[in-house]
């Protein structure tokens, strides 16, 4: 039978927005070692937002057109940005021949019966498409300044830049503060190149990053830290980290993520807030010292 106190926990939880599906996840809070952010729509809004376009032979509008057009296929987030911005302009999307999305890389659709990449560099590397020293610059500058850089080639010739710019949450900050207090080690995993995330952890202050990550390597991050003796609790929204949810001794789901992740995590946070993964170790800690 579950004893009284974790009944009584259970319920000031879901007082506070913290829904615990079970007690035994309380009582792992209490034990958590190491604690790891998935970064875009937990640590971030998850809202991005277009902030530089660099056209190469090509001009601008024509460059959004086309990536836009591509764009409206995808559900991820950047996709969403791009396609924001082209309607902001006024652009008419086109319809594609072709479309494949390639996870953690980006995509690659055929229009006009022209074959068009758009991605990140690991999507341009496997399909073997090179660039001038003078754009890795720029994008590496840009990547310094926290921003995701995605790249697009029209028939295995590069075009044009995009980079996009998410913001943290209002107590990212605050919350990430007060589990150190805590003496819990904080890291960040990301799919996204190591540079930009760098930026964004040194702005948040957390210094474990682990960037680059594909989608189903997400829970081998977490397996790996578990084989060497650590409790971890992983806090994410996307369908990508429902896999790490179910991993970590606690999934913690973001209130507002994807159906999916919120199957997967122990507890879920109803009002999205980071400081409510405070308050649930907070919880545990109490609870736990009320049955020992
Ligand atoms: P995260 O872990 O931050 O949610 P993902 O694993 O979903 O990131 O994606 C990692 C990277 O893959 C992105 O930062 C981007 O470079 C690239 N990518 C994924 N989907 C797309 C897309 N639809 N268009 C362009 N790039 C994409
Ligand atoms: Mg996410």
Known sequence: ATPTAVTVGIGRGAELGILIKQGEALERSEKLTTIIFDKTGTLTKGKPE????????????????????????????????????????????????????????????????????IGNRMLFAEKHISFPKEIEKKIEELEEH?????????????KGIIAIADTLKETTKEAIKELKNMKLKVAMITGDNIRTAQAIAQEI?????????????????????????????????????APALAQADVGIAIGSGTDVAIESGDIVLIKDDLIDAVGAVQLSKKVMSRIK
């Open 146 to 158: 926290g921003k995701t850089v995605i790249l697009c080639a029209i028939e295995k010739e590069i």
């Open 50 to 117: 277009v902030t530089n376009i660099i056209t190469l032979s090509a001009d601008e509008h024509t460059l959004l057109e086309w990536i836009a057009s591509i764009e409206k296929n995808s559900e991820h987030p950047l996709a969403k940005a791009i396609v924001k911005r082209a309607k902001e302009k006024g652009i008419k999307l086109k319809e594609m021949e072709k479309f494949e999305s390639f996870s953690g890389k980006g995509v690659v659709a055929k229009l006009k019966g022209k074959e068009i990449l």
């Open 205 to 241: 202050g957390i210094k474990r990053v682990l960037a680059e990550i594909l989608p189903q390597d997400k829970a081998k991050e977490v397996k790996k830290l578990q084989e060497k003796g650590e409790i971890v609790a992983f806090v994410g929204d996307g369908i990508n980290d």
